[in-house]
C-alpha cells in the first residue's frame, strides 16, 4: 500500500534545487513519485511504508542542503492565514534588505566608476584614488562588504548546496561574487607595494550582482504572491468571526413561536471565532455580510450573492431549505442558517484544496523543464571554467579572464526556466477559478487541449437535475396518493434527482410518508426495499425484468400484466420525459411520469463544441427513446442510452480505444467511475459534495458553456507555459556564448558581468510577468 506525504521544504531558489530534491528523496526504497514544486515550497511523496520512513526522506533533503519538515495533514483556515502572514513579513523584510543595498550599490559605483565618466563627478579627496589609492579601496571593501552581508542568502544556500555536489543558482552567484570580491581583496591587499593594482579593484562588480539578483528577486517574489492571488482571495472569503445564536437549543421552540427575525437581531447572539463554530450550531447573517460556514436557512429570506464561487454576479434567492455556502455575500435580508460543514469540510477549503494540488500535480512538460534545469547549473560551471581556461591559454589577463568566468555564471542562472510552468499553471487555474472553473491538476490542462469527443450524461447534466412529477397513472385500483406514499418512503434514501422529484410532489402534496423497514440503492434500476409486509420497488424497465415481472414487448405493444401501456409509455418519452415503474409486492401498481427540464445553456454549449470540430454524445441510464427525444432537442447526433452506471466505463472505454481523447461530464451522481475512465472527468454542479470530490475539473456553476471555457483556458495555458519555456531556454542559450566572450575576437564585445545579472534578473521578471498576463484572458 502506498502512501502520501506532503512536506514543506524551504531554501529552495530555483529548478535546479527542484530537481535536487527530488533526486535526494528518489535515492531512497519505495519511493513511488515526487514531485516538488517552487512556487508552493512542496513536495508531495507517494511511497511504500514498509521500505521508507518520512523522517528518512527529511534526512535526505536535509543532506542535500534544504530545510524540510511534514506538513500537517489538516492545515486549517487559521493555519493558512498564518502562512500568508509569515509570506507577507517575508516580502517586508525582502524589501528592507533591498533598499539598504541599493542604497550602498548607488554609492558604491558613484565612488567606483564616476571617475569614468566623460565628465568628472565630484569625489571628496579623501577618497581621490590617485591621491588616496588605499582608502579608496579600503571605502569599497566595507560598502560592498555591508551588500554581501544583506545578500548573505546567496552563500549560505548556494556554497552548501555546491559542498553536497548539487550546486543551484546561488551558487552560481556565490561563486561567480566570491571569486569577484576575493580577487578585489587580493589587490587590495597589493596596493602598498604596487600602484597599479588600484585599477583592478573589482568590487562593484561583486556589489551590483548581489543587488540585481535581489532586486529581480524581489520582483519575483512579489509577482509570484500575485499569481497565488485567486487563492488566497477565496480563502480570505470565510470571516474569522461568526454572529451565534444564544441558546441553540431553544432556537427551533423559539421559531416556531413565530419570533420575528428582527427580534433576534436584538441580542439574541453572541460574536465568536468561526474556528469555534460546530455543526449543528445556528449563524445569525446580517445582510452585507459574509456567511462564515456552509449551512442551510433555516428562517428568513435574502438574496446571496455567489459570485466568488461561480463567476455569476447575479446574486440567488434564499429561503428556509436552501443550502448556503460560507464565503459568499448575504445582500438583502437577515437569516438564520444551521451549519452543515466546518473547518476542511466547507467548500471553500475543498476549493482552496484542489487549486493548491493544481500546483503539487506537475504537467507533464514541466517535468521535462525541471530535469534540464537539474543538469544546468554543473553544466554551467563547467562551461564557465573552460571558457575561462581557454583564455588564459589565449594569453588574456587574469582580469578579463575572470571577468569571463563570472559573467558566464551569473547570466547563465536557470531561474526562468524553474518558474515557466507553476507560474503559468498558478494564473490559469486562478483565472478559472474566478469563473466558477476548479480545475484540480496541471496535468489535466495539458491533456484537456486535446480532447475531440466529450460525452455528457443527461440527467442533471444536460438537464436540470430538479425534474417534476407530472402525473400518476394508477393501475391495480391504487390511489395516486397511496402510490406516491409508499414511493417517496424509498425515495427518500436516494440522491438521485428523480427520486428527488417523487419526494417532493410528496410534500406538496402534504403526503406523511414511511420510514422503510429496509432499502437499497439499485444504481441504474431504481431502489427497492419494503415497508411493513409490503415489498416496494420504484425504477425502470430493467428494474422489472430484475424482479422477473412478466412483460412483453413487441412492436406496439408493452404489455404488463394485461394491460398494453406501449401508448402512454412512449407518449411520455416522445416528451423527452421519463417514466418509472412502482411494484409493489411483484405487481406493477403504477407509472410516474417525471419531466426535467433542459438547461438553457446546454443547447448552445454543444454548438459550441460542434463547431470547434468536437464530437458531442449523450450517455446515460435513461430509457432510448426519452434519450432520442432530448437529443434531437439538443441537436447532439450520437446517443447511447439504457447504460448501467457501470457500463459507462465501457463506453468510454470503447471510444479511447478507437483513438479518441475523450472528456465526460456528468453530476457525479452513478457515473464518478466514467468520469475516472475518461481522459478528462468534468464534474457540473459544484455545488454539491460529490462533485467537488469527483472530476479533474469542477464546474461551480451549472452551464455546460464552461466545458468550452475551460477547453480554451486550457489551450491558453499551455500555450504561456511554452512561450515561457522558450523565453527562458532561448535567453540562456544566447546569452552564455556571449558571456564567454565569443563576440570578442571579432568586435571587441564583452558582457559586463553586471549587464548579466540585470539580464538574468529581468528574465524572471519577464517569465512571470507573461504568466501573469493570462489574468487578463476573457472566457
Ligand atoms: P443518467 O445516465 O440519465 O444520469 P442514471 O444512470 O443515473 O441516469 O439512471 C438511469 C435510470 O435508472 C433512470 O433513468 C431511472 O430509470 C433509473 N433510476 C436510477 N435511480 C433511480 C431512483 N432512485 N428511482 C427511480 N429510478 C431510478
Ligand atoms: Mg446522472
Same mark, same amino acid.
Given at each position: #500500500?502506498?502512501?502520501?506525504?506532503?512536506?514543506?521544504?524551504? /531554501?529552495?531558489?530555483?529548478?535546479?534545487?527542484?530537481?535536487?530534491?527530488?533526486?535526494?528523496?528518489?535515492?531512497?526504497? *519505495?519511493?513511488?513519485?515526487?514531485?516538488?514544486?517552487?512556487?508552493?515550497?512542496?513536495?508531495?511523496?507517494?511511497?511504500?511504508?514498509?521500505?521508507?520512513?518520512?523522517?528518512?526522506?527529511?534526512?535526505?533533503?536535509?543532506?542535500?542542503?534544504?530545510?524540510?519538515?511534514?506538513?500537517?495533514?489538516?492545515?486549517?483556515?487559521?493555519?493558512?492565514?498564518?502562512?500568508?502572514?509569515?509570506?507577507?513579513?517575508?516580502?517586508?523584510?525582502?524589501?528592507?534588505?533591498?533598499?539598504?543595498?541599493?542604497?550602498?550599490?548607488?554609492?558604491?559605483?558613484?565612488?567606483?566608476?564616476?571617475?569614468?565618466?566623460?565628465?568628472?563627478?565630484?569625489?571628496?579627496?579623501?577618497?581621490?584614488?590617485?591621491?588616496?589609492?588605499?582608502?579608496? @579601496?579600503?571605502?569599497?571593501?566595507?560598502?560592498?562588504?555591508?551588500?554581501?552581508?544583506?545578500?548573505?542568502?546567496?552563500?549560505?544556500?548556494? +556554497?552548501?548546496?555546491?559542498?553536497? *555536489?548539487?550546486?543551484?543558482?546561488?551558487?552560481?552567484?556565490?561563486?561567480?561574487?566570491? !571569486?569577484?570580491?576575493?580577487?578585489? &581583496?587580493?589587490?587590495?591587499?597589493? &596596493?602598498?607595494?604596487?600602484?597599479?593594482?588600484?585599477?583592478?579593484?573589482?568590487?562593484?562588480?561583486?556589489?551590483?550582482?548581489? @543587488?540585481?539578483?535581489?532586486?529581480?528577486?524581489?520582483?519575483?517574489?512579489?509577482?509570484?504572491?500575485?499569481?497565488?492571488?485567486?487563492?488566497?482571495?477565496?480563502?480570505?472569503?470565510?470571516?474569522?468571526?461568526?454572529?451565534?445564536?444564544?441558546?441553540?437549543?431553544?432556537?427551533?421552540?423559539?421559531?416556531?413561536?413565530?419570533?420575528?427575525?428582527?427580534?433576534?437581531?436584538?441580542?439574541?447572539?453572541?460574536? &465568536?471565532?468561526?474556528?469555534?463554530?460546530?455543526?449543528?450550531?445556528?449563524?445569525?447573517?446580517?445582510?452585507?455580510?459574509?456567511?462564515?460556514?456552509?449551512?442551510?436557512? +433555516?428562517? *428568513?429570506?435574502?438574496?446571496?450573492?455567489?459570485?466568488?464561487?461561480?463567476?455569476?454576479?447575479?446574486?440567488?434567492?434564499?429561503?428556509?431549505?436552501?443550502?448556503?455556502?460560507?464565503?459568499? #455575500?448575504?445582500?438583502?435580508?437577515?437569516?438564520?442558517?444551521?451549519?452543515?460543514?466546518?473547518?476542511?469540510?466547507?467548500?471553500?477549503?475543498?476549493?482552496?484544496?484542489?487549486?493548491?494540488?493544481?500546483?503539487?500535480?506537475?504537467?507533464?512538460?514541466?517535468?521535462?523543464?525541471?530535469?534540464?534545469?537539474?543538469?544546468?547549473?554543473?553544466?554551467?560551471?563547467?562551461?564557465?571554467?573552460?571558457?575561462?581556461?581557454?583564455?588564459?591559454?589565449?594569453? $588574456?589577463?587574469?582580469?578579463?579572464?575572470?571577468?569571463?568566468?563570472?559573467?558566464?555564471?551569473?547570466?547563465?542562472?536557470?531561474?526562468?526556466?524553474?518558474?515557466?510552468?507553476?507560474?503559468?499553471?498558478?494564473?490559469?487555474?486562478?483565472?478559472?477559478?474566478?469563473?466558477?472553473?476548479?480545475?484540480?491538476?496541471?496535468?489535466?490542462?495539458?491533456?484537456? %487541449?486535446?480532447?475531440?469527443?466529450?460525452?455528457?450524461?443527461?440527467?442533471?447534466?444536460?438537464?436540470?437535475?430538479?425534474?417534476?412529477?407530472?402525473?400518476?397513472?394508477?393501475?391495480?385500483?391504487?390511489?395516486?396518493?397511496?402510490?406516491?406514499?409508499?414511493?417517496?418512503?424509498?425515495?427518500?434514501? !436516494?440522491?438521485?434527482?428523480?427520486?428527488?422529484?417523487?419526494?417532493?410532489?410528496?410534500?406538496?402534496?402534504?403526503?406523511?410518508?414511511?420510514?422503510?423497514?429496509?432499502?437499497?440503492?439499485?444504481?441504474?434500476?431504481?431502489?427497492?426495499?419494503?415497508?411493513?409486509?409490503?415489498?416496494?420497488?420504484?425504477?425502470?424497465?430493467?428494474?422489472?425484468?430484475?424482479?422477473?415481472?412478466?412483460? %412483453?414487448?413487441?412492436?406496439?405493444?408493452?404489455?404488463?400484466?394485461?394491460?398494453?401501456?406501449?401508448?402512454?409509455?412512449?407518449?411520455?418519452?416522445?416528451?423527452?420525459?421519463?417514466?418509472?415503474? &412502482?411494484?409493489?409486492?411483484?405487481?406493477?401498481?403504477?407509472?410516474?411520469?417525471?419531466?426535467?427540464?433542459?438547461?438553457?445553456?446546454?443547447?448552445?454549449?454543444?454548438?459550441?463544441?460542434? $463547431?470547434?470540430?468536437?464530437?458531442?454524445?449523450?450517455?446515460?441510464?435513461?430509457?432510448?427513446?426519452?434519450?432520442?427525444?432530448?437529443?434531437?432537442?439538443?441537436?447532439?447526433?450520437?446517443?447511447?442510452?439504457?447504460?448501467?452506471?457501470?457500463?459507462?466505463?465501457?463506453?468510454?472505454?470503447?471510444?479511447?480505444?478507437?483513438?479518441?481523447?475523450?472528456?465526460?461530464? /456528468?453530476?457525479?451522481?452513478?457515473?464518478?467511475?466514467?468520469?475516472?475512465?475518461?481522459?478528462?472527468?468534468?464534474? +457540473?454542479?459544484?455545488?454539491?459534495? +460529490?462533485?467537488?470530490?469527483?472530476?479533474?475539473?469542477?464546474?461551480?456553476?451549472?452551464?455546460?458553456?464552461?466545458?468550452?471555457?475551460?477547453?480554451?483556458?486550457?489551450?491558453?495555458?499551455?500555450?504561456?507555459?511554452?512561450?515561457?519555456?522558450?523565453?527562458?531556454?532561448?535567453?540562456?542559450?544566447?546569452?552564455?556564448?556571449?558571456?564567454?566572450?565569443?563576440?570578442?575576437?571579432?568586435?571587441?564585445?564583452?558582457?559586463?558581468?553586471?549587464?548579466?545579472?540585470?539580464?538574468?534578473?529581468?528574465?524572471?521578471?519577464?517569465?512571470?510577468?507573461?504568466?501573469?498576463?493570462?489574468?487578463?484572458?476573457?472566457?
Amino acid at each position: #500500500m502506498s502512501q502520501k506525504v506532503e512536506l514543506k521544504i524551504e /531554501g529552495m531558489a530555483c529548478a535546479s534545487c527542484v530537481a535536487a530534491v527530488e533526486k535526494a528523496v528518489k535515492k531512497l526504497d *519505495g519511493i513511488v513519485s515526487c514531485e516538488v514544486n517552487l512556487i508552493m515550497n512542496s513536495a508531495t511523496v507517494v511511497y511504500d511504508a514498509k521500505k521508507t520512513r518520512v523522517a528518512d526522506m527529511i534526512e535526505q533533503i536535509e543532506k542535500a542542503g534544504y530545510h524540510a519538515e511534514e506538513k500537517k495533514n489538516d492545515t486549517s483556515q487559521m493555519d493558512r492565514k498564518a502562512e500568508m502572514k509569515k509570506q507577507e513579513e517575508a516580502l517586508k523584510e525582502q524589501r528592507f534588505s533591498l533598499i539598504v543595498v541599493l542604497c550602498f550599490s548607488v554609492l558604491l559605483l558613484y565612488l567606483s566608476m564616476g571617475h569614468m565618466l566623460p565628465f568628472s563627478l565630484p569625489v571628496p579627496a579623501f577618497v581621490n584614488m590617485h591621491t588616496n589609492p588605499i582608502i579608496f @579601496a579600503l571605502v569599497q571593501l566595507f560598502m560592498t562588504t555591508i551588500i554581501l552581508i544583506f545578500g548573505r542568502k546567496f552563500y549560505i544556500v548556494g +556554497i552548501p548546496a555546491l559542498v553536497h *555536489g548539487n550546486p543551484n543558482m546561488d551558487s552560481l552567484v556565490a561563486i561567480g561574487t566570491a !571569486s569577484a570580491y576575493l580577487y578585489s &581583496i587580493v589587490m587590495t591587499a597589493r &596596493i602598498p607595494n604596487d600602484g597599479d593594482a588600484v585599477m583592478n579593484l573589482y568590487y562593484e562588480s561583486a556589489a551590483i550582482i548581489v @543587488a540585481l539578483v535581489m532586486l529581480g528577486k524581489y520582483f519575483e517574489s512579489r509577482s509570484k504572491k500575485r499569481t497565488s492571488d485567486a487563492i488566497t482571495g477565496i480563502m480570505s472569503l470565510a470571516p474569522d468571526m461568526a454572529l451565534i445564536y444564544k441558546e441553540v437549543k431553544s432556537v427551533e421552540e423559539q421559531l416556531d413561536a413565530d419570533t420575528d427575525i428582527d427580534a433576534v437581531e436584538a441580542g439574541n447572539y453572541t460574536e &465568536i471565532m468561526t474556528e469555534k463554530v460546530k455543526v449543528e450550531d445556528i449563524l445569525f447573517i446580517k445582510p452585507g455580510s459574509r456567511i462564515p460556514l456552509d449551512g442551510v436557512v +433555516i428562517r *428568513g429570506y435574502s438574496s446571496v450573492d455567489e459570485s466568488m464561487l461561480t463567476g455569476e454576479s447575479v446574486p440567488v434567492d434564499k429561503e428556509p431549505g436552501n443550502r448556503v455556502t460560507g464565503g459568499t #455575500m448575504n445582500q438583502s435580508g437577515y437569516i438564520l442558517i444551521r451549519v452543515t460543514n466546518i473547518g476542511e469540510d466547507t467548500t471553500i477549503s475543498k476549493i482552496v484544496r484542489i487549486m493548491e494540488e493544481a500546483q503539487s500535480k506537475k504537467a507533464p512538460i514541466s517535468r521535462l523543464a525541471d530535469v534540464i534545469a537539474g543538469y544546468f547549473v554543473p553544466v554551467v560551471i563547467i562551461i564557465a571554467l573552460l571558457a575561462a581556461i581557454i583564455w588564459w591559454f589565449n594569453g $588574456q589577463s587574469f582580469f578579463f579572464v575572470l571577468q569571463i568566468f563570472v559573467t558566464v555564471l551569473v547570466i547563465a542562472c536557470p531561474c526562468a526556466l524553474g518558474l515557466a510552468t507553476p507560474t503559468a499553471i498558478m494564473v490559469g487555474t486562478g483565472v478559472g477559478a474566478a469563473n466558477g472553473i476548479l480545475i484540480r491538476s496541471g496535468e489535466v490542462l495539458e491533456i484537456m %487541449k486535446n480532447v475531440d469527443t466529450v460525452v455528457l450524461d443527461k440527467t442533471g447534466t444536460l438537464t436540470e437535475g430538479k425534474p417534476k412529477l407530472v402525473s400518476i397513472l394508477a393501475l391495480e385500483q391504487k390511489s395516486e396518493e397511496y402510490l406516491l406514499k409508499l414511493a417517496a418512503s424509498l425515495e427518500q434514501g !436516494s440522491e438521485h434527482p428523480l427520486a428527488l422529484a417523487i419526494v417532493e410532489e410528496a410534500k406538496a402534496r402534504g403526503i406523511k410518508y414511511y420510514e422503510p423497514e429496509k432499502f437499497e440503492n439499485m444504481p441504474g434500476y431504481g431502489v427497492a426495499g419494503s415497508i411493513g409486509d409490503i415489498a416496494i420497488a420504484v425504477g425502470n424497465l430493467r428494474l422489472l425484468e430484475k424482479y422477473k415481472i412478466p412483460v %412483453k414487448m413487441e412492436e406496439d405493444e408493452l404489455i404488463i400484466g394485461d394491460r398494453n401501456i406501449a401508448d402512454i409509455v412512449s407518449g411520455v418519452a416522445k416528451r423527452g420525459e421519463t417514466y418509472v415503474f &412502482i411494484i409493489i409486492d411483484e405487481i406493477v401498481s403504477g407509472i410516474f411520469d417525471i419531466a426535467d427540464v433542459v438547461r438553457d445553456t446546454s443547447k448552445e454549449a454543444i454548438r459550441q463544441m460542434q $463547431q470547434k470540430g468536437i464530437d458531442v454524445v449523450m450517455l446515460t441510464g435513461d430509457s432510448k427513446l426519452t434519450a432520442d427525444a432530448i437529443a434531437k432537442q439538443l441537436g447532439i447526433d450520437e446517443v447511447v442510452a439504457g447504460v448501467l452506471p457501470e457500463n459507462k466505463t465501457e463506453v468510454i472505454r470503447k471510444k479511447q480505444e478507437s483513438g479518441r481523447k475523450v472528456c465526460m461530464v /456528468g453530476d457525479g451522481i452513478n457515473d464518478a467511475p466514467a468520469l475516472i475512465q475518461a481522459d478528462v472527468g468534468i464534474a +457540473i454542479g459544484g455545488g454539491s459534495d +460529490i462533485a467537488l470530490d469527483a472530476g479533474d475539473v469542477v464546474l461551480m456553476k451549472d452551464d455546460l458553456r464552461d466545458i468550452m471555457k475551460a477547453l480554451s483556458l486550457s489551450r491558453a495555458t499551455i500555450r504561456t507555459i511554452k512561450q515561457n519555456l522558450f523565453w527562458a531556454l532561448f535567453y540562456n542559450c544566447l546569452g552564455i556564448p556571449i558571456a564567454a566572450g565569443i563576440l570578442y575576437p571579432m568586435s571587441g564585445v564583452l558582457l559586463s558581468p553586471m549587464i548579466a545579472a540585470f539580464a538574468m534578473s529581468f528574465s524572471s521578471v519577464c517569465v512571470v510577468g507573461n504568466a501573469l498576463r493570462l489574468r487578463n484572458k476573457k472566457l
